[in-house]
């Protein structure tokens, strides 16, 4: 066995520990108190999993996409908020690690997040543009000691105040069109947050994302030097749907097998009668099959589709159409599993102090339609669909 394969399945254990012994204990905790699940996020960077999708040569893991998306489902199981946090995360660093170009100063950026396990944060979101990630007001602004900087509004910044690093889109500078864009990554020293509002949710309570004014002063070189526009297609927009989309799964599988379990006990106390709640058991699991079927069909299609060659055809409108109704279907499917695994649990699964339980899930599941807001992408399919020759 080579010792890629093993690393691969040893974050995959390491990960499924994390998410049973230390984020499902306190994942209540951490949606009643609206707080960062640090226990979790800290045994994350004892295995060195934030460096897990950065090359080995740059002092990372190296691991596939396909085993950190199994990580933000195994997560997901034991907290939401965790998973949420880690696929985020690792966003941000696949993004940067796909479109280094070999620039020196992402590379020895990528080093130092390996040896120290950073944590990077994403603000895309700006007051003003909605959840339009392909507009941006806040510019990227030279200043006379040759630095750059910029102040962004900025409604929904996960974990912002925990990070260690942002990664920002701007304008390229001050007379740039809002679609001529570029990403930053700021280093927290270089950042100043200033509180714009509380995040007090439905679900998702433990991203702790409130709204922030981000202030930074950094380096030129800071800026990554391909175009956002291919960023965004090559890789941030289907790694996100992709990954968050894995996170959905998992809180809904973890609503079904709840679901599962209380039938299962139900059945135990009359025995050779099945109970009522099977049935709509099973059309929750027909319901689970497709965000199964759907999520790793998309995940396969991007790696087909992820190649030298084939990174062109990320830049389609036959792409963009892909991995947007991945993301629409993905969100309305996870809270419709779990709002199916309430009805088969009834009373017991509408408590919130049950074994059978299932109210956070569903509440943390509902978010998924708001993350970049489904009416926005359906409106970008509906014009893409009039032009596009393939979908
Ligand atoms: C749990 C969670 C964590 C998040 N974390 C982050 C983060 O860390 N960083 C980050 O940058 N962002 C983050 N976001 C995303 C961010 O909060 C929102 O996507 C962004 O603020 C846009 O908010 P909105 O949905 O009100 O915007 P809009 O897109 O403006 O939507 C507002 C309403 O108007 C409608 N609408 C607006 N414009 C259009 C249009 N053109 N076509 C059709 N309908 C339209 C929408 O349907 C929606 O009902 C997060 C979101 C969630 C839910």
Not at 93 to 112: M, N, S
Not at 196 to 201: I, L, N, P, R, S
Not at 244 to 253: D, M, P, R
Not at 294 to 314: I, K, P, T, Y
Request: with cysteine; aromatic share 6%; hydrophobic share 45%.
């Amino acid at each position: 066995m080579s010792v890629a394969v093993d690393a691969e399945r040893e974050l995959l254990v390491e990960a499924r520990r994390i998410a049973e012994q230390v984020a499902a204990p306190v994942a209540d905790q951490v949606d009643r108190e609206s707080r960062f699940p640090v226990e979790a996020v800290d045994a994350l960077r004892a295995v060195g999993a934030m460096s897990a999708a950065v090359p080995e040569a740059l002092g990372g893991g190296g691991v596939s996409l396909e085993t950190i998306a199994r990580c933000c489902l195994e997560l997901a199981r034991g907290c939401s908020s965790t998973a949420m946090v880690f696929a985020m995360h690792q966003i941000q660093v696949l993004t940067i690690a796909r479109h280094l170009d070999g620039t020196g100063w992402y590379e020895g950026y990528l080093r130092d997040l390996s040896r120290e396990q950073r944590l990077i944060a994403s603000v895309t979101s700006e007051v003003g543009t909605g959840g339009d990630m392909a507009r941006s007001i806040a510019a990227a602004t030279p200043r006379e000691d040759g630095e750059l900087e910029f102040e962004k509004q900025a409604p929904t910044v996960s974990y912002g105040a925990y990070a260690d690093d942002l990664l920002t889109t701007l304008r390229r500078a001050p007379d740039a069109e809002p679609g001529d864009q570029v990403l930053a990554l700021t280093r927290s020293d270089q950042v100043t947050l200033e509180p714009a509002g509380v995040w007090d949710t439905l679900g998702m309570r433990g991203t702790c994302s409130p709204g922030f004014v981000v202030r930074a002063r950094f380096a030129p070189e800071q800026v990554l030097p391909t175009p956002f526009a291919e960023v965004m297609n090559q890789s941030m927009v289907p790694l996100s749907h992709i990954l968050w989309s894995h996170v959905w799964l998992g809180i809904a599988t973890e609503a079904f097998e709840r679901a599962r379990a209380f039938v299962r006990a139900s059945a135990r106390q009359k025995p050779g009668e099945p109970p009522p709640a099977a049935r709509r058991l099973s059309s929750v699991m027909a319901d689970l099959t497709l965000l199964r079927g759907e999520v790793s069909q998309a995940l396969g299609d991007f790696v087909a589709a992820d190649d030298d060659v084939g990174r062109e055809r990320l830049m389609t409108m036959a792409s963009v159409l892909r991995f947007n109704n991945l993301k629409l279907a993905a969100s309305e499917q996870a809270p419709l599993v779990c709002g199916g695994a309430l009805e088969a649990v009834g009373i017991l699964g509408y408590k919130n102090d049950t074994p059978y339980s299932v109210g956070r899930h569903l509440r943390d599941a509902l978010s998924a339609r708001l993350m970049v807001a489904n009416e926005r992408l359906l409106a970008t399919d509906a014009a893409l669909l009039l032009i596009a020759k393939e979908a």
